[in-house]
């Protein structure tokens, strides 16, 4: 069984950066990909961003590209989320998850393990 814990979220301004942290541990043999989704209260889980180790593959969502970096180390299974230029709508609880390269979807499905969020609230 993967434990994930979340760090770094908080209040900041428009325009401001944020970096954000995960560690795994337990069975992390199983987490093969490891990335970020975040939820909007009253919307949907939305994709961040997301590693595959083999290869180091990355991945992002659309709002995202350009201005959030996903970053990692495989052996520490650890994953971090350095983002910038924050907006409004970057506003969110954002969450860990972790699961199998072959089997994960930017819908969420596929990953097994979840850690339980870091909230991030970006204000004017």
């Known amino acids: 069984q993967v434990q994930l814990v979340e760090s770094g979220g908080g209040l900041v301004k428009i325009g401001s950066s944020l970096n954000l942290s995960c560690a795994a541990s337990?069975?992390?043999?199983?987490?093969?990909?490891m990335g970020w989704f975040r939820q909007a209260r009253g919307k949907e889980r939305e994709f961040v961003a997301a590693?595959?180790?083999?290869?180091?593959?990355?991945s992002y969502g659309t709002s995202v590209k350009g201005r959030f970096t996903i970053s990692g180390d495989n052996a520490k299974k650890t994953v971090h989320l350095q983002m910038n230029n924050l907006k409004p709508e970057d506003t969110a609880k954002y969450y860990c998850?972790?699961?199998?390269?072959?089997?994960?979807?930017?819908?969420?499905?596929?990953?097994?393990?979840w850690g339980k969020g870091t909230p991030v609230t970006v204000s004017s």
């Open positions: 998850a972790a699961g199998a390269a072959t089997a994960w979807a930017t819908n969420g499905d596929g990953m097994a393990y």
């Open positions: 590693v595959e180790w083999s290869g180091g593959i990355t």
């Open positions: 337990g069975g992390t043999s199983s987490a093969d990909v």
